[in-house]
Protein backbone atom coordinates (compact mmCIF):
# COMPACT_ATOMS: atom_id res chain seq x y z
CA UNK A 1 0.00 0.00 0.00
CA UNK A 2 2.88 2.53 0.98
CA UNK A 3 3.91 2.40 -3.05
CA UNK A 4 -0.08 2.77 -3.90
CA UNK A 5 -0.03 5.88 -2.35
CA UNK A 6 3.61 6.98 -3.22
CA UNK A 7 2.44 6.42 -7.30
CA UNK A 8 -0.93 8.17 -6.50
CA UNK A 9 0.16 11.29 -5.10
CA UNK A 10 2.87 11.57 -7.67
CA UNK A 11 0.28 11.23 -10.79
CA UNK A 12 -2.15 14.01 -8.57
CA UNK A 13 0.98 16.49 -8.71
CA UNK A 14 -0.98 16.80 -12.39
CA UNK A 15 -3.76 18.08 -10.23
CA UNK A 16 -1.65 20.52 -9.05
CA UNK A 17 -0.68 21.69 -12.34
CA UNK A 18 -4.60 21.56 -13.54
CA UNK A 19 -5.78 24.04 -10.98
CA UNK A 20 -2.88 26.36 -11.15
CA UNK A 21 -3.40 26.70 -14.59
CA UNK A 22 -7.82 27.39 -14.52
CA UNK A 23 -7.24 29.75 -11.25
CA UNK A 24 -3.76 31.98 -12.43
CA UNK A 25 -5.71 33.69 -15.10
CA UNK A 26 -7.90 35.70 -12.23
CA UNK A 27 -5.01 37.63 -10.97
CA UNK A 28 -3.81 38.68 -14.45
CA UNK A 29 -7.13 38.83 -16.65
CA UNK A 30 -7.53 42.73 -15.72
CA UNK A 31 -4.41 43.42 -16.66
CA UNK A 32 -4.52 41.64 -19.78
CA UNK A 33 -7.55 43.57 -20.76
CA UNK A 34 -6.20 46.84 -20.39
CA UNK A 35 -2.87 45.93 -22.42
CA UNK A 36 -4.60 44.52 -25.26
CA UNK A 37 -7.62 46.85 -25.07
CA UNK A 38 -10.22 43.81 -25.39
CA UNK A 39 -14.01 44.60 -24.99
CA UNK A 40 -16.07 42.29 -22.98
CA UNK A 41 -16.44 39.57 -25.52
CA UNK A 42 -12.63 39.44 -26.74
CA UNK A 43 -11.91 39.35 -22.96
CA UNK A 44 -13.95 36.63 -22.38
CA UNK A 45 -12.36 34.78 -24.92
CA UNK A 46 -8.85 35.49 -23.83
CA UNK A 47 -9.67 34.21 -20.11
CA UNK A 48 -11.75 30.88 -21.44
CA UNK A 49 -9.28 30.01 -24.30
CA UNK A 50 -7.91 27.80 -21.71
CA UNK A 51 -11.22 26.06 -21.52
CA UNK A 52 -11.80 25.84 -24.94
CA UNK A 53 -8.38 23.74 -24.57
CA UNK A 54 -9.43 21.39 -22.19
CA UNK A 55 -12.15 20.25 -24.14
CA UNK A 56 -10.08 19.28 -27.04
CA UNK A 57 -7.51 18.03 -24.43
CA UNK A 58 -10.21 15.98 -23.13
CA UNK A 59 -12.20 15.08 -25.46
CA UNK A 60 -8.88 13.27 -27.64
CA UNK A 61 -7.80 12.08 -24.01
CA UNK A 62 -9.44 8.55 -23.99
CA UNK A 63 -8.26 7.48 -27.46
CA UNK A 64 -4.57 8.55 -26.44
CA UNK A 65 -4.90 7.00 -23.12
CA UNK A 66 -5.78 3.66 -24.73
CA UNK A 67 -3.38 3.81 -27.29
CA UNK A 68 -0.66 4.94 -25.67
CA UNK A 69 -0.72 3.91 -21.60
CA UNK A 70 -1.72 5.76 -18.56
CA UNK A 71 2.49 7.19 -18.02
CA UNK A 72 3.38 7.91 -21.32
CA UNK A 73 0.10 10.18 -21.55
CA UNK A 74 1.29 12.25 -17.97
CA UNK A 75 4.63 12.71 -19.22
CA UNK A 76 3.43 14.52 -22.07
CA UNK A 77 1.03 16.81 -20.15
CA UNK A 78 4.01 17.56 -18.15
CA UNK A 79 6.20 18.91 -21.25
CA UNK A 80 2.57 20.87 -22.24
CA UNK A 81 2.73 22.53 -18.71
CA UNK A 82 5.83 23.59 -19.84
CA UNK A 83 5.85 24.72 -22.87
CA UNK A 84 2.37 26.97 -21.76
CA UNK A 85 4.16 28.70 -18.99
CA UNK A 86 6.66 29.48 -20.59
CA UNK A 87 5.24 30.67 -24.08
CA UNK A 88 2.47 33.01 -21.85
CA UNK A 89 5.61 34.51 -19.80
CA UNK A 90 7.41 35.39 -22.94
CA UNK A 91 3.99 36.20 -25.03
CA UNK A 92 4.30 39.52 -27.17
CA UNK A 93 1.32 39.78 -28.35
CA UNK A 94 -2.26 38.80 -27.63
CA UNK A 95 -2.89 35.88 -30.55
CA UNK A 96 0.52 34.47 -28.79
CA UNK A 97 -1.00 34.42 -25.67
CA UNK A 98 -4.02 32.77 -26.49
CA UNK A 99 -1.90 29.98 -28.46
CA UNK A 100 -0.29 28.99 -25.10
CA UNK A 101 -3.10 29.71 -23.13
CA UNK A 102 -4.63 27.26 -25.41
CA UNK A 103 -1.82 24.78 -24.80
CA UNK A 104 -2.17 25.02 -21.46
CA UNK A 105 -5.74 24.21 -21.89
CA UNK A 106 -5.25 21.08 -23.67
CA UNK A 107 -2.99 20.19 -20.76
CA UNK A 108 -5.86 20.69 -18.16
CA UNK A 109 -8.38 18.82 -20.02
CA UNK A 110 -6.27 15.54 -20.84
CA UNK A 111 -4.78 15.73 -17.16
CA UNK A 112 -8.48 15.83 -15.90
CA UNK A 113 -8.98 12.55 -17.46
CA UNK A 114 -5.42 10.26 -17.10
CA UNK A 115 -4.88 11.46 -13.49
CA UNK A 116 -8.05 10.25 -11.89
CA UNK A 117 -8.40 6.97 -14.22
CA UNK A 118 -4.49 6.11 -13.35
CA UNK A 119 -5.14 6.00 -9.84
CA UNK A 120 -8.35 4.81 -9.96
CA UNK A 121 -6.73 1.32 -11.73
CA UNK A 122 -4.19 1.14 -9.30
CA UNK A 123 -6.42 1.63 -6.26
CA UNK A 124 -7.87 -0.82 -4.02
CA UNK A 125 -11.82 -0.20 -3.22
CA UNK A 126 -11.47 0.37 0.32
CA UNK A 127 -9.00 3.14 -0.68
CA UNK A 128 -10.28 4.33 -4.10
CA UNK A 129 -11.89 7.29 -3.08
CA UNK A 130 -9.25 8.87 -0.90
CA UNK A 131 -6.92 8.43 -2.94
CA UNK A 132 -8.53 9.30 -6.20
CA UNK A 133 -9.92 12.31 -3.97
CA UNK A 134 -5.69 12.90 -4.08
CA UNK A 135 -6.34 14.49 -7.63
CA UNK A 136 -8.67 17.27 -6.21
CA UNK A 137 -7.20 18.19 -3.33
CA UNK A 138 -4.28 18.89 -5.71
CA UNK A 139 -5.95 20.85 -7.94
CA UNK A 140 -7.48 22.70 -5.20
CA UNK A 141 -4.15 23.27 -3.61
CA UNK A 142 -2.67 24.40 -6.99
CA UNK A 143 -5.57 27.21 -7.04
CA UNK A 144 -4.69 27.88 -3.58
CA UNK A 145 -1.02 28.85 -4.91
CA UNK A 146 -2.21 30.91 -7.77
CA UNK A 147 -3.72 32.92 -5.56
CA UNK A 148 -1.15 33.61 -3.03
CA UNK A 149 1.37 34.12 -6.17
CA UNK A 150 -1.35 36.52 -7.89
CA UNK A 151 -1.19 38.36 -4.67
CA UNK A 152 2.73 38.43 -4.36
CA UNK A 153 3.43 39.40 -8.09
CA UNK A 154 0.85 41.76 -7.65
CA UNK A 155 2.73 44.71 -7.17
CA UNK A 156 5.44 44.31 -9.76
CA UNK A 157 4.07 46.51 -12.32
CA UNK A 158 2.74 45.95 -16.29
CA UNK A 159 4.62 42.49 -16.19
CA UNK A 160 3.26 41.14 -12.80
CA UNK A 161 0.80 39.26 -14.91
CA UNK A 162 4.43 37.41 -16.74
CA UNK A 163 5.34 36.39 -13.07
CA UNK A 164 1.88 35.09 -12.43
CA UNK A 165 2.00 32.87 -15.21
CA UNK A 166 5.44 31.75 -15.47
CA UNK A 167 6.03 30.47 -12.34
CA UNK A 168 4.41 27.32 -13.29
CA UNK A 169 7.56 26.14 -15.15
CA UNK A 170 8.62 25.04 -11.81
CA UNK A 171 6.10 22.87 -10.61
CA UNK A 172 6.03 20.86 -14.39
CA UNK A 173 9.41 20.47 -14.75
CA UNK A 174 9.06 18.36 -11.10
CA UNK A 175 6.24 16.82 -12.18
CA UNK A 176 7.69 15.25 -15.10
CA UNK A 177 11.04 14.39 -13.27
CA UNK A 178 9.26 12.46 -10.78
CA UNK A 179 6.75 10.42 -13.34
CA UNK A 180 9.25 8.70 -14.83
CA UNK A 181 9.42 6.46 -11.28
CA UNK A 182 5.99 5.42 -11.58
CA UNK A 183 4.94 2.01 -12.96
CA UNK A 184 2.02 1.55 -15.91
CA UNK A 185 -1.28 1.04 -14.96
CA UNK A 186 -1.94 -2.60 -14.29
CA UNK A 187 -5.50 -2.46 -15.79
CA UNK A 188 -4.43 -0.83 -19.08
CA UNK A 189 -2.10 -3.46 -19.55
CA UNK A 190 -4.33 -6.19 -18.74
CA UNK A 191 -6.91 -4.40 -21.10
CA UNK A 192 -3.68 -4.21 -24.27
CA UNK A 193 -2.92 -7.99 -23.60
CA UNK A 194 -0.04 -7.90 -21.74
CA UNK A 195 -0.87 -9.88 -18.82
CA UNK A 196 2.29 -10.90 -17.04
CA UNK A 197 3.44 -7.27 -17.14
CA UNK A 198 -0.16 -6.51 -15.56
CA UNK A 199 0.54 -9.22 -12.95
CA UNK A 200 3.81 -7.96 -12.09
CA UNK A 201 2.44 -4.62 -11.21
CA UNK A 202 -0.60 -5.83 -9.11
CA UNK A 203 1.69 -7.92 -6.85
CA UNK A 204 3.88 -4.96 -6.92
CA UNK A 205 1.05 -2.56 -5.51
CA UNK A 206 -0.17 -4.92 -3.24
CA UNK A 207 -3.57 -5.69 -5.21
CA UNK A 208 -6.14 -8.54 -6.10
CA UNK A 209 -5.89 -9.43 -9.59
CA UNK A 210 -9.52 -9.13 -10.74
CA UNK A 211 -8.72 -7.82 -14.30
CA UNK A 212 -6.48 -10.22 -15.75
CA UNK A 213 -8.93 -13.04 -15.23
CA UNK A 214 -11.97 -10.99 -16.49
CA UNK A 215 -13.32 -11.95 -20.13
CA UNK A 216 -13.36 -8.49 -21.27
CA UNK A 217 -10.12 -7.77 -21.56
CA UNK A 218 -10.52 -5.36 -24.69
CA UNK A 219 -11.01 -1.95 -25.03
CA UNK A 220 -14.46 -1.85 -26.93
CA UNK A 221 -17.13 1.31 -28.03
CA UNK A 222 -18.67 3.22 -25.63
CA UNK A 223 -21.25 4.22 -26.99
CA UNK A 224 -23.54 1.20 -26.94
CA UNK A 225 -27.13 0.95 -25.21
CA UNK A 226 -25.88 -1.11 -22.35
CA UNK A 227 -23.78 1.90 -21.39
CA UNK A 228 -26.17 4.42 -21.33
CA UNK A 229 -26.74 4.48 -18.09
CA UNK A 230 -23.26 5.86 -16.97
CA UNK A 231 -23.22 7.87 -19.71
CA UNK A 232 -26.09 9.65 -18.79
CA UNK A 233 -24.74 10.07 -14.91
CA UNK A 234 -21.32 11.09 -15.82
CA UNK A 235 -22.85 13.79 -18.46
CA UNK A 236 -25.42 15.24 -16.36
CA UNK A 237 -23.46 15.25 -13.22
CA UNK A 238 -20.26 17.20 -15.22
CA UNK A 239 -22.78 18.91 -16.82
CA UNK A 240 -24.28 20.39 -13.02
CA UNK A 241 -21.02 20.40 -11.33
CA UNK A 242 -20.41 23.44 -13.48
CA UNK A 243 -23.79 25.10 -13.27
CA UNK A 244 -23.31 26.29 -9.98
CA UNK A 245 -20.88 28.97 -11.12
CA UNK A 246 -17.75 27.55 -9.71
CA UNK A 247 -15.35 28.45 -12.49
CA UNK A 248 -16.49 31.89 -12.95
CA UNK A 249 -15.88 32.75 -9.19
CA UNK A 250 -12.64 31.17 -9.50
CA UNK A 251 -11.48 32.43 -12.91
CA UNK A 252 -12.82 36.31 -12.02
CA UNK A 253 -12.76 36.17 -7.70
CA UNK A 254 -10.85 39.60 -7.78
CA UNK A 255 -13.15 41.26 -10.32
CA UNK A 256 -16.42 39.81 -8.12
CA UNK A 257 -14.77 41.71 -4.95
CA UNK A 258 -14.14 45.04 -7.09
CA UNK A 259 -18.16 44.81 -8.46
CA UNK A 260 -19.02 44.90 -4.87
CA UNK A 261 -16.96 47.75 -3.82
CA UNK A 262 -13.75 45.95 -2.39
CA UNK A 263 -10.36 48.22 -2.24
CA UNK A 264 -8.86 47.28 -5.01
CA UNK A 265 -5.72 45.20 -2.82
CA UNK A 266 -7.97 43.34 -1.24
CA UNK A 267 -9.49 42.09 -4.12
CA UNK A 268 -6.18 40.61 -4.74
CA UNK A 269 -5.96 38.85 -1.11
CA UNK A 270 -9.31 37.45 -0.69
CA UNK A 271 -9.29 35.27 -3.20
CA UNK A 272 -6.37 33.61 -0.68
CA UNK A 273 -9.24 33.29 1.81
CA UNK A 274 -11.27 31.10 -1.04
CA UNK A 275 -8.27 29.19 -2.17
CA UNK A 276 -7.56 28.07 1.48
CA UNK A 277 -11.29 27.09 1.99
CA UNK A 278 -11.34 25.05 -0.82
CA UNK A 279 -7.93 23.42 0.22
CA UNK A 280 -9.71 23.03 3.58
CA UNK A 281 -13.19 21.49 2.78
CA UNK A 282 -11.24 19.29 0.11
CA UNK A 283 -9.16 17.51 2.65
CA UNK A 284 -12.21 17.18 5.11
CA UNK A 285 -14.56 15.44 1.65
CA UNK A 286 -11.92 13.56 1.08
CA UNK A 287 -11.45 11.86 4.32
CA UNK A 288 -14.62 11.10 4.99
CA UNK A 289 -16.30 10.18 0.81
CA UNK A 290 -15.63 6.27 1.58
CA UNK A 291 -17.42 6.34 4.89
CA UNK A 292 -20.35 8.78 4.20
CA UNK A 293 -20.25 7.99 0.42
CA UNK A 294 -20.64 10.05 -2.61
CA UNK A 295 -24.32 10.22 -2.81
CA UNK A 296 -24.65 11.49 0.81
CA UNK A 297 -21.83 14.52 0.07
CA UNK A 298 -23.17 15.90 -3.07
CA UNK A 299 -26.88 15.83 -1.65
CA UNK A 300 -25.70 18.17 1.60
CA UNK A 301 -23.37 19.95 -0.29
CA UNK A 302 -26.30 21.41 -2.30
CA UNK A 303 -28.69 22.53 -0.04
CA UNK A 304 -25.56 24.67 1.46
CA UNK A 305 -24.62 26.01 -1.99
CA UNK A 306 -27.83 27.00 -2.55
CA UNK A 307 -28.17 29.31 0.55
CA UNK A 308 -25.02 30.81 -0.26
CA UNK A 309 -25.50 31.79 -3.67
CA UNK A 310 -28.84 33.16 -3.04
CA UNK A 311 -26.94 35.12 -0.30
CA UNK A 312 -24.01 36.08 -2.79
CA UNK A 313 -26.88 37.26 -4.99
CA UNK A 314 -28.03 39.58 -2.99
CA UNK A 315 -24.76 40.90 -1.72
CA UNK A 316 -23.98 42.02 -5.61
CA UNK A 317 -27.20 43.50 -5.43
CA UNK A 318 -26.02 46.19 -2.85
CA UNK A 319 -27.77 44.83 -0.15
CA UNK A 320 -25.26 43.34 2.55
CA UNK A 321 -22.14 43.72 0.16
CA UNK A 322 -20.40 43.68 2.98
CA UNK A 323 -20.23 40.10 4.10
CA UNK A 324 -20.11 38.94 0.17
CA UNK A 325 -16.86 37.55 1.00
CA UNK A 326 -18.13 34.82 3.97
CA UNK A 327 -21.23 34.25 1.59
CA UNK A 328 -18.64 33.04 -1.46
CA UNK A 329 -16.25 31.24 1.38
CA UNK A 330 -19.28 29.42 2.40
CA UNK A 331 -20.17 28.36 -0.89
CA UNK A 332 -16.64 27.26 -1.57
CA UNK A 333 -16.84 25.27 1.51
CA UNK A 334 -19.93 23.69 -0.06
CA UNK A 335 -18.91 22.74 -3.15
CA UNK A 336 -15.67 21.38 -2.13
CA UNK A 337 -16.99 19.20 0.64
CA UNK A 338 -19.36 17.88 -2.34
CA UNK A 339 -19.29 18.52 -5.95
CA UNK A 340 -15.10 19.07 -5.78
CA UNK A 341 -15.02 16.12 -3.65
CA UNK A 342 -16.81 14.22 -5.62
CA UNK A 343 -16.80 14.40 -9.33
CA UNK A 344 -13.50 13.20 -10.52
CA UNK A 345 -14.07 10.26 -8.49
CA UNK A 346 -17.53 9.42 -9.55
CA UNK A 347 -16.11 9.31 -13.74
CA UNK A 348 -13.20 7.22 -12.96
CA UNK A 349 -14.81 4.77 -11.20
CA UNK A 350 -18.44 4.46 -13.03
CA UNK A 351 -17.50 3.18 -16.36
CA UNK A 352 -16.40 -0.69 -16.74
CA UNK A 353 -13.21 -1.29 -17.08
CA UNK A 354 -13.17 -1.62 -21.25
CA UNK A 355 -14.82 1.69 -21.50
CA UNK A 356 -13.25 3.58 -18.85
CA UNK A 357 -11.13 5.52 -20.79
CA UNK A 358 -13.84 6.85 -23.10
CA UNK A 359 -15.73 7.21 -20.12
CA UNK A 360 -13.92 9.33 -18.32
CA UNK A 361 -13.13 11.79 -21.25
CA UNK A 362 -17.22 12.19 -22.22
CA UNK A 363 -17.49 13.15 -18.53
CA UNK A 364 -14.84 15.59 -18.30
CA UNK A 365 -15.18 17.02 -21.86
CA UNK A 366 -18.99 17.61 -21.00
CA UNK A 367 -17.42 19.72 -17.64
CA UNK A 368 -14.82 21.85 -19.87
CA UNK A 369 -17.41 22.56 -22.52
CA UNK A 370 -19.82 24.29 -19.59
CA UNK A 371 -16.82 25.56 -18.23
CA UNK A 372 -15.91 27.55 -21.10
CA UNK A 373 -19.53 29.12 -21.63
CA UNK A 374 -19.77 30.00 -18.34
CA UNK A 375 -16.39 31.75 -18.26
CA UNK A 376 -16.75 33.34 -21.56
CA UNK A 377 -20.50 34.53 -20.63
CA UNK A 378 -19.90 35.59 -17.44
CA UNK A 379 -18.07 39.10 -18.28
CA UNK A 380 -20.54 39.93 -20.94
CA UNK A 381 -23.61 39.52 -18.32
CA UNK A 382 -21.99 41.46 -15.51
CA UNK A 383 -20.58 44.31 -17.49
CA UNK A 384 -23.63 44.68 -19.98
CA UNK A 385 -26.30 44.95 -16.88
CA UNK A 386 -26.14 47.39 -13.46
CA UNK A 387 -27.57 44.12 -12.04
CA UNK A 388 -26.10 41.46 -13.90
CA UNK A 389 -23.85 39.78 -11.15
CA UNK A 390 -27.24 39.51 -8.84
CA UNK A 391 -28.89 37.76 -12.04
CA UNK A 392 -25.97 35.13 -12.88
CA UNK A 393 -25.66 34.17 -9.30
CA UNK A 394 -29.25 33.66 -9.08
CA UNK A 395 -29.00 31.39 -12.17
CA UNK A 396 -26.42 29.54 -10.42
CA UNK A 397 -28.50 28.72 -7.35
CA UNK A 398 -31.72 27.36 -9.42
CA UNK A 399 -29.51 25.16 -11.23
CA UNK A 400 -28.34 23.58 -8.13
CA UNK A 401 -32.08 23.08 -7.13
CA UNK A 402 -31.55 20.93 -10.41
CA UNK A 403 -28.99 19.20 -9.40
CA UNK A 404 -30.17 18.54 -5.82
CA UNK A 405 -33.12 16.22 -7.88
CA UNK A 406 -30.92 14.83 -10.32
CA UNK A 407 -27.96 13.37 -7.42
CA UNK A 408 -31.65 11.57 -5.83
CA UNK A 409 -31.16 9.29 -9.10
CA UNK A 410 -27.27 8.86 -8.68
CA UNK A 411 -26.09 5.10 -7.43
CA UNK A 412 -23.43 4.84 -4.83
CA UNK A 413 -20.34 3.53 -5.61
CA UNK A 414 -18.25 3.17 -2.06
CA UNK A 415 -16.99 0.12 -1.32
CA UNK A 416 -17.56 -1.86 -4.28
CA UNK A 417 -14.70 -2.76 -6.85
CA UNK A 418 -14.38 -1.25 -9.95
CA UNK A 419 -15.31 -5.01 -11.52
CA UNK A 420 -18.10 -4.77 -9.15
CA UNK A 421 -19.07 -1.38 -10.65
Known amino acids: MK ?42 LTVSISLIGTILGALYAGKIMNQYGRKKVLLFIAVLYLLSAIGCALAGFWSMFL ?23 ISPSKDRGKLTGLFQIMIVSGIFIAYLTN ?12 YMLGIMAIPSIAFYALL ?33 NDKQTQVTSLFQARYFKPIILAVMLAFFNQMTGINAILYYAPRIFDMAGFDAGLSYLQPIFIGGTNVLFTLLGMSIID ?88 PIIVEGNAQGGF ?31
Open 99 to 121: FFRFLGGVSVGISSVVGPVYITE
Open 180 to 212: RNIPESPRWLALNGDSEKANVVFDKLGLERTLV
Open 391 to 421: YIFLLYAVMVVFSFIFILFLPETKGKSLEEI
Open 291 to 378: MVGRKKLLLWGAIGMFIFLMLTAYGLKGEASSYLLFYIIGFIACFALSQGAVIWVFLAEIFPNEVRAQGSSLGSTTHWVFAALISWIF
Open 3 to 44: NVWKYALIASLGGFLFGFETAVISGAERIIQKLWHLDSFWHG
Open 151 to 162: FLFANLGDNAWR
